[in-house]
T-cell receptor
Framework: DAEITQSPRHKITETGRQVTLACHQTWNHNNMFWYRQDLGHGLRLIHYSYGVHDTNKGEVSDGYSVSRSNTEDLPLTLESAASSQTSVYFC??????????????FGPGTRLLVL | QKEVEQNSGPLSVPEGAIASLNCTYSDRVSQSFFWYRQYSGKSPELIMSIYSNGDKEDGRFTAQLNKASQYVSLLIRDSQPSDSATYLCAVRLTQAGTALIFGKGTTLSVSS
């Protein structure tokens, strides 16, 4: 079955370290997204991509970067981890349909703790 | 600022009752509307989508959309303890390809 996976599922790191969170989907979806979820803020969009070599900034992109070298993967990099980036990170993907009615599917999430 | 607003709850209903979850959005060009359910420690899963004014029913769930009032709601009939979760309202602003904007979610608790 097609799916979307994230790794690692849990990560503890130190302030200032570079961290990369992986996201892999087997639906062959063009659209991929990264969100973070924090108490009191809900899901907030970090970066998104509509295809290979396309990346766009979301609402809370500062301190994060992404690159899209193939259809299946959209890794999220924290350039220099900060305690404010402690959060649960969700990757999502969707296929393109006319009228914007495509369903967005979420990965299982990565819990990141920055000490 | 494009916003999606939900009452954070918790909304508490007894088993068998109707749970009513509400959502308002600020951007009039919004085209597509979604309700996701999220259990504690899990990822969001889609339960309903609606694109036109009126009601859309799927089993025990009914989504209602009123674009003039910029209002979308979710009714859960015959609520079960397994419906206890956080319900996220999400809006897509343009016709295709854009990310979703989420509300902060409403926590529903169904007591047996």
């Amino acid at each position: 079955d097609a799916e979307i996976t994230q790794s690692p599922r849990h990560k503890i790191t130190e302030t200032g370290r570079q961290v990369t969170l992986a996201c892999h989907q087997t639906w062959n979806h063009n659209n991929m997204f990264w969100y973070r979820q924090d108490l009191g803020h809900g899901l907030r969009l970090i970066h998104y991509s509509y295809g290979v070599h396309d990346t766009n900034k979301g609402e809370v992109s500062d301190g994060y970067s992404v690159s899209r070298s193939n259809t299946e993967d959209l890794p999220l990099t924290l350039e220099s981890a900060a305690s404010s980036q402690t959060s649960v990170y969700f990757c999502a993907s969707s296929g393109g349909l006319a009228g914007g009615r495509e369903t967005q599917y979420f990965g299982p999430g990565t819990r990141l703790l920055v000490l | 600022q494009k916003e999606v607003e939900q009452n954070s709850g918790p909304l508490s209903v007894p088993e068998g009752a109707i749970a009513s979850l509400n959502c308002t959005y600020s951007d009039r060009v919004s085209q597509s509307f979604f309700w996701y359910r999220q259990y504690s420690g899990k990822s969001p899963e889609l339960i309903m989508s609606i694109y036109s004014n009126g009601d859309k029913e799927d089993g025990r769930f009914t989504a209602q959309l009123n674009k003039a009032s910029q209002y979308v709601s979710l009714l859960i009939r015959d609520s079960q303890p397994s419906d206890s979760a956080t319900y996220l309202c999400a809006v897509r602003l343009t016709q295709a390809g854009t990310a979703l904007i989420f509300g902060k979610g409403t926590t529903l608790s169904v007591s047996s």
